[in-house]
């Protein structure tokens, strides 16, 4: 059941980026709270898994690749539609492509996706509860606010004019917000594998 949650969660998606790419502003506007309820579905395949004794080394891979295919497919769309610079969809994809990688070296050694972390920072930072809930909380709001602002504009002409760039600037705050997140998340990883004595042999 956990995995026909995340499998739903990876169709859904694809309603949300075919939704942002209509041209009547209503629909596109109807793309932010399908995003809401991917995202909602994340917290809900785990909690399935754990209460029906689902728990499986591939539902974890499963659902970590649905996490990594959202938050790239929706950076793709978002620069593709020109919402945001496409430099952060690269840094996006890049980081995780990199993070990605390391994690399944070490995984070939029998080392799970957080288990891997070494170092007390690098544990709170990439595998505590806390940077990871703010982490995935912070991408939602980026990703669903750049979707109901959006159609703005021509929902409501009056409300830009006055608002637009402080909405913009809100914008670009979530972004910035996002992009440190990626990178404090994604450098204690490299790092930390990098310096590893399996390395070094």
Known sequence: MANLI???????LFVVVALAYRETAAWR????????????LDGVDGWVARRRGEVSLFGAAFDIAA????ENVLWVA???????????????????FLVDSMRAHAAARGETAFGMMRTRLGRF??????????????KAAVFCWILLLEPASELSPGLWIRWGPTLQTVTA????????LCLARGLPVLAE???APEAQA
Do not use: E, K, N
């Open 6 to 12: 995340t499998a739903g969660r990876l169709a859904l």
């Open 29 to 40: 506007l109807a793309a932010a709270p399908l995003l809401i309820l991917t995202f909602a």
């Open 67 to 70: 996490d990594r295919i959202v």
């Open 78 to 96: 978002l620069a593709d539609l020109d919402l945001v610079p496409v430099w952060v969809a690269f840094v996006f994809l890049t980081r995780s």
């Open 125 to 138: 930072l990439v595998a505590g509860r806390l940077m990871r809930v703010v982490y995935a909380t912070t």
């Open 173 to 180: 705050a979530l972004t910035g917000a996002a992009l440190f």
């Open 193 to 195: 594998l990098a310096f």
